[in-house]
């Protein structure tokens, strides 16, 4: 899996972490737009086979790349504002079978047939799950706020352990990544970022950079 990563630096010590942005995990080739173009230009029964084929055979990447345009043109400039995602989308990956899964927070035979009609093809699995993808990025932003505040001095414990964080869509949980995992820092950040139980906490070390 492919992951893209948001930079924010905090002011007060100048270190830089890793926000990782799932929503940017895959991306479409403009070759094979290019050929699928190609395709369509073609007329009669043998070429409409070939262009069947080709959309029962899209990839993960191409499915991604669909559905993210479904929600808007410019998604690739807006990929970290939560107000981009529908209420139902709880985030999309490739499971281990290499079959492209959407997740939505209602059920699946809910938005199958939606989704199906703005992907072009079945060729997907949904599954359900309890957050949606809006409120994971919503707890993002108020993690890059607090991260870039001035006001929040260097000994705070959050500060000075965190070491990054990133929405898990496959577990369905914003997963905050801390140098040492213990009670004092855990209630400073439910304190003065966010209770939100899709939080859970991880040992993680700050990352190099170079």
Not at 33 to 40: A, E, H, Y
Not at 58 to 74: N, R, V
């Amino acid at each position: 899996m492919l992951d893209t990563y948001r930079f924010v630096k905090m002011k007060k010590t100048n270190i830089t972490f890793f926000l990782i942005s799932l929503s940017s995990l895959l991306f479409i080739s403009c070759n094979q737009q290019g050929n699928q173009r190609n395709t369509t230009n073609q007329s009669g029964p043998a070429a409409d086979s070939v262009l069947n084929n080709k959309v029962d055979n899209l990839s993960a990447t191409d499915l991604h790349e669909l559905l993210m345009l479904s929600f808007d043109e410019d998604w690739m400039e807006r990929e970290s504002d939560p107000d981009l995602y529908p209420d139902y989308y709880g985030g999309s990956f490739i499971d281990n079978s290499g079959t492209f899964v959407v997740a939505v927070t209602g059920a699946p035979e809910q938005y199958r047939k939606q989704l199906i009609a703005v992907l072009g093809t079945d060729n997907f699995r949904v599954e359900r799950v309890q957050y949606s993808y809006k409120q994971m990025m919503q707890v993002m932003d108020r993690i890059d706020a607090f991260l870039v505040d001035p006001a929040i001095p260097d000994n705070h414990p959050v500060m000075s352990h965190f070491a990054g964080a990133y929405p898990d869509v496959m577990v369905n949980k914003v997963k905050v990544m801390l140098t040492e995992v213990n009670q004092e820092v855990i209630n400073a950040f439910m304190k003065d970022i966010s209770n939100s139980p899709m939080v859970v906490f991880e040992h993680g070390e700050i990352p190099e950079l170079f």
